[in-house]
């Protein structure tokens, strides 16, 4: 089977579970750090959809939020299977994969699935604190509603300041957010690459947390270990 996966995470779950059946991926798809023979195909948002088409997989994964709806038309009425995604909470992602792994490409369920969802079903929350989560600045966007990482924050004691905001990715004035009566800010390294010198200068005064964008933005393998992580992140590597 030749698989093309336009989403990062989608893709180091099918190339962990079957080497060498991704025939392309994006320019984004970071892990795991060889695919092999696996053709880059553009970005997310910006995929070509000729060079896709080109490859003849029997399957594309992808995903409502990271993929344009006119990209995936545009291959649909080429002739290629596309297969998409939702996921807005744990329990979702864990059913997509088993979804796509399982159902679509008929692997058996992966070890590394079980261990995820396992090791979320014995995640111990590390405070009863409230945050907001910056997901880009210039200008400054936060996580809001029905998302999968805020879930994930909240699965470990952390609510989200904006989880009842009408839109998903609010954008907020970095002065409203000081001024949020927070616990803390959650800083990822992606999609924007915030470190200890790039965001928590603009809330002085207020505890930063550093944590891993892989960890608490993608589903896939690094779940497994994410609850490990995140809460390590969350109690430790706060500046």
């Known amino acids: 089977m030749r698989v093309v996966s336009l989403v990062p995470s989608l893709t180091e779950a099918v190339a962990v579970s079957a080497p060498g059946v991704l025939a392309g991926a994006t320019d984004w798809c ?21 060079a896709v088409v080109e490859l003849r997989p029997d399957l594309v994964i992808a995903n409502e939020e990271e993929n344009r709806a006119p990209d995936l038309e545009a291959l649909r009425a080429a002739g290629l299977e596309v297969l998409v995604t939702e ?29 995820a969802e396992e090791a979320w079903a014995a995640v111990e929350p590390v405070g009863d604190l409230t945050a907001f989560v910056p997901v880009w600045r210039r200008p400054w966007m936060v996580l809001g509603r029905d998302t999968f990482a ?11 300041a904006y989880a009842g905001h009408p839109e998903r990715y609010p954008r907020v004035p970095a002065q409203e957010l000081a001024a ?28 930063a947390a550093l944590v891993s964008g892989r960890h608490l933005t993608w589903y896939g393998p690094s779940l497994a270990e994410a609850p490990r992580v995140l809460a390590a992140a969350l109690t430790a590597q706060t500046v």
């Open 30 to 50: 970071t892990h795991p750090a060889d695919l092999g023979d696996a053709v880059r195909v553009g970005g997310t948002k910006n995929p070509d959809v000729r």
């Open 87 to 115: 996921i807005r909470d744990l329990p979702q992602a864990l059913a997509e994969l088993d979804r796509v792994l399982v159902g679509a490409l008929g692997l058996e369920r992966p070890q590394w699935l079980d261990r």
């Open 150 to 160: 805020g879930d994930l924050l909240a699965r470990l004691g952390v609510r989200n």
């Open 180 to 207: 949020s009566g927070c616990d803390l800010v959650v800083l990822p390294d992606e999609p924007y690459a915030f470190t200890a010198h790039d965001g928590p200068e603009a809330f002085p005064g207020l505890r």
